[in-house]
T-cell receptor, first 114, second 116 residues
Framework: NAGVTQTPKFQVLKTGQSMTLQCAQDMNHNSMYWYRQDPGMGLRLIYYSASEGTTDKGEVPNGYNVSRLNKREFSLRLESAAPSQTSVYFC?????????????FGAGSRLTVL | DAKTTQPTSMDCAEGRAANLPCNHSTISGNEYVYWYRQIHSQGPQYIIHGLKNNETNEMASLIITEDRKSSTLILPHATLRDTAVYYCIVRVAPSLRSGGSYIPTFGRGTSLIVHP
């Protein structure tokens, strides 16, 4: 049981390049989330998907797009990377979005934009 | 939104109890209090959650005040491996647009250092 798997673990991009971060969960969870964490900061929500077929913006969605490909997979795309997007990205999932749901996180994807 | 306030840092001696406080004075009646921790730069790990009553599991105890405006996470016998950043969060009440989704919002947390 792998839980939440993120790929890649590390990535270096040049300004203006595009890339997609992949996330997959094997817990049959309905809801999935993308957070970013900058040095010394807490996690900030970028986008989330309450259920398959739905996505919604979080606190810091600008510069990102997401796709809920199916129930298992939720990808995050940077169309034109900027140095301000250098961060650690965490994907998480939960059974649902009601107040009693626990989040399970992936190990993170470290992105550097030069 | 129910915001939380935590001390920036704390330290604790190994083998002693670590008591991490959290204030959430604007919490709503149906919002849960959650605790997660993040070791180094790994993904956050769930510890415990509660609504009104005190809770205990194999990792920790959660004490919630009667008025629900604050809580304390207790690690009964802290070890060096408990050195981490601890986040107290309240599941944010849904906006009309989010259609009933409670979205976890993380602050900066408390950096706990357990020393020998």
């Amino acid at each position: 049981n792998a839980g939440v798997t993120q790929t890649p673990k590390f990535q270096v991009l040049k300004t203006g390049q595009s890339m997609t971060l992949q996330c997959a969960q094997d817990m049959n969870h309905n809801s999935m989330y993308w957070y970013r964490q900058d040095p010394g900061m807490g996690l900030r929500l970028i986008y989330y998907s309450a259920s398959e077929g739905t996505t919604d913006k979080g606190e810091v969605p600008n510069g990102y797009n997401v796709s809920r490909l199916n129930k298992r997979e939720f990808s995050l795309r940077l169309e034109s990377a900027a140095p301000s997007q250098t961060s650690v990205y965490f994907c998480a999932s939960s059974e649902g979005t009601s107040g009693a749901n626990v989040l399970t996180f992936g190990a993170g994807s470290r992105l550097t934009v030069l | 939104d129910a915001k939380t306030t935590q001390p920036t840092s704390m330290d604790c001696a190994e083998g002693r109890a670590a008591n991490l406080p959290c204030n959430h004075s604007t919490i709503s009646g149906n919002e849960y209090v959650y605790w997660y921790r993040q070791i180094h730069s790994q993904g956050p790990q769930y510890i415990i959650h509660g609504l009104k009553n005190n809770e205990t599991n194999e990792m920790a105890s959660l004490i919630i005040t009667e008025d629900r405006k604050s809580s304390t996470l207790i690690l009964p016998h802290a070890t060096l491996r408990d050195t981490a950043v601890y986040y107290c969060i309240v599941r944010v009440a849904p906006s009309l647009r989010s259609g009933g989704s409670y979205i976890p919002t993380f602050g900066r947390g408390t950096s706990l250092i357990v020393h020998p």
